[in-house]
């Protein structure tokens, strides 16, 4: 028989009983962040639900304070056995058969808030960043992103340069400039090609790029010195959340030689605010794509698995009353996995820590309409796009990106909501 609520759920909701993703809320102006999880159109407040006492499991027990912290990294440190445990709780008081929650009209009325950001006087929950990210590393999985960025930059001879089948490429990004999701983004300046004999461009990005990506939020971290093997890696992510790493390409592509990505790239990185667990992907797991040459032993996973998430990208033009899909794309195209992008960050003993976020990189896949960013739908905008009868190169100020992924199927949906954010022009 299968799961259900005592809540409705729409059937084309992204967050029924199978799902249950976690992020950090405010139930109402000038209150406490807290914890929550999703289900339909409400949020469950946990800190609630551990002052009821209900987290009575062997190991949430004795660290139900974890659920009234202002982020979830204390709860992320836990690991695997408390995040199961976790979720066995929610999964079992939320059920349609179980009366503890359901039968309890004070419990009820304190733990269940409304999941309308901003809509009414009364209910103004606000949705917050659900972790306090320490450290940020995006990186480079797609061969099909790879393939294009490196034929429009230098050419169809040898578009993927050798190093990128042996190892998961990254750069380490800015912490302190990651978003949640609805945040504006203001178009970065910096300094572009030059033109001619002319001294290098210096003023707003006139490139201004989206980059469909999801990203791993670490639990328990490592050691210094201590490398993660890749077939533990698993135990050392929570979950993932949707991601747009915004890129000024006119930026990145005067600045990104000798050392990469900077100043093209640390201006904003947009995140959505709730964070799917692996446990609720895994009925949604794949074969990873086969990989040519084979990697080298600490790379060589006894599993290799993707995730079969549909992906999309809207923009909704500036002054426009509707979005335009322009991407179609599928987290099972990456090439290197989750857990050997995790193994690969800690092999020379790098320690990440609870929070950090690493992002895959502009997922891209072998059609067109798979492409992840507008340089390869555009083609460095020697292809403008149509929407709705509206040309884009690349972002205008006004313009808003959405993203939103999900998994379908075994009659229910997980899904992660959606990553948008609006261009708005520079600061005077």
Avoid at 74 to 89: D, H, N, Q, Y
Avoid at 166 to 186: E, F, K, N, Q
Avoid at 299 to 325: R, T
């Amino acid at each position: 028989m299968a799961l259900k609520s005592f809540i409705e759920v729409h059937p084309d909701s992204h967050f029924p009983i199978q799902n249950l993703p976690y992020g950090v809320f405010r139930p109402g102006p000038g209150s406490t962040p807290r914890p929550g999880v999703a289900i339909g159109d409400y949020v469950i407040d946990l800190s609630e639900i551990a002052s009821a006492g209900l987290f009575d499991g062997p190991i949430l027990k004795n660290f139900s304070d974890c659920f009234h912290q202002p982020n979830l990294n204390k709860f992320l440190a836990l690991g695997k056995p408390a995040w199961k445990e976790a979720r066995s709780t929610l999964q079992k008081l939320l059920s349609s058969t179980e009366p503890t929650l359901r039968d309890n009209a004070i419990l009820r009325e304190k733990a269940l808030v409304p999941l309308i950001p901003f809509a009414t006087a009364q209910n103004k929950i606000e949705l917050l960043l659900p972790i306090a990210i320490g450290d940020y590393t995006d990186f480079f999985s797609s061969m099909h992103h790879a393939k294009n960025c490196g034929t429009i930059f230098r050419g169809p001879e040898n578009p993927i340069p050798q190093n990128w089948f042996h190892l998961p490429i990254a750069y380490h990004g800015r912490a302190s400039s990651v978003v949640i999701s609805g945040t504006d983004i203001i178009r970065p300046r910096g300094q572009g090609h030059p033109s001619k004999n002319s001294p290098p461009y210096f003023g707003p990005s006139l490139k201004l790029d989206y980059e469909l990506e999801m990203a791993a939020v670490v639990g328990p971290g490592n050691e210094l010195g201590r490398p993660v093997d890749v077939n533990e890696a698993a135990d050392h992510i929570f979950g993932l959340v949707l991601m747009n790493d915004w890129s000024a390409r006119d930026i990145q592509a005067w600045e990104y030689v000798p050392l990469g990505p900077f100043l093209g790239k640390s201006f904003g990185t947009t995140i959505s605010p709730w964070i799917v667990t692996l446990e609720a992907l895994e009925p949604f797991s794949c074969d990873a794509p086969v990989q040519d040459p084979n990697p080298l032993p600490y790379l060589a996973e006894k599993k290799s698995q993707n995730y079969d998430i549909s992906l999309e990208a809207h923009i909704k033009p500036a002054g426009a009353k509707d979005s335009s899909v322009v991407t179609r794309s599928n987290f099972k195209h990456l090439y290197w996995t989750l857990t050997q992008q995790l193994a690969h960050h800690t092999i020379n003993g790098c320690n990440l820590r609870p929070g950090d976020l690493l992002g895959t990189g502009t997922i891209s896949g072998p059609e067109p309409e798979s492409y992840g960013c507008l340089l390869e739908l555009t083609w460095n905008g020697q292809k403008p796009l149509s929407l709705n009868g509206t040309g884009r190169k690349f972002l205008e100020d006004g313009d808003e990106v959405i993203i939103t992924g999900y998994c379908k199927g075994n009659g229910y949906n997980v899904g992660f909501g959606t990553c948008s954010g609006k261009i708005v022009p520079p600061l005077p």
